[in-house]
């Protein structure tokens, strides 16, 4: 079954940076747009960044010029890299991918099982 997997999470401190990446495995035909969201406690999820298979790269504005989102798209691996962290980017942040299995003629949305990010004041 096709599956994401994080990774990269961990405890920094403010002004730090920490490197995220996501994994697609299992039965991929295609992998469509990828996103990285986040959530943190009592929050709603929302969404950090994304990037198109063509490369088009989306940002909130709250990570903008701090967080660049990149993929390789031969190895189906989606990467955010954050700088400049801040208390207030603390949260659980899930990868979430557009995905067209092996035999099935559409794509739908996957998601993993989210990495924490902890920034220190």
């Known amino acids: 079954q096709v599956q994401l997997v994080e990774s990269g999470g961990g405890l920094v401190q403010a002004g730090g940076s920490l490197d995220l990446s996501c994994a697609a495995s299992g039965p991929v035909l295609r992998v469509y747009t990828m996103a990285w969201y986040r959530q943190a406690p009592g929050q709603q999820r929302e969404l950090v960044a994304q990037?198109?298979?063509?490369?088009?790269?989306d940002y909130r504005d709250s990570v903008k010029g701090r967080f660049t989102i990149s993929r390789d798209n031969a190895m189906n691996i989606a990467y955010l890299h954050m700088n400049s962290l801040k208390p207030e980017d603390t949260a659980l942040y899930y990868c979430?991918?557009?995905?067209?299995?092996?035999?099935?003629?559409?794509?739908?949305?996957?998601w993993g099982q989210g990495t924490q990010v902890t920034v220190s004041s």
């Open positions: 990037i198109t298979r063509g490369l088009v790269e």
């Open positions: 979430s991918a557009d995905i067209q299995p092996h035999g099935r003629e559409n794509s739908r949305t996957y």
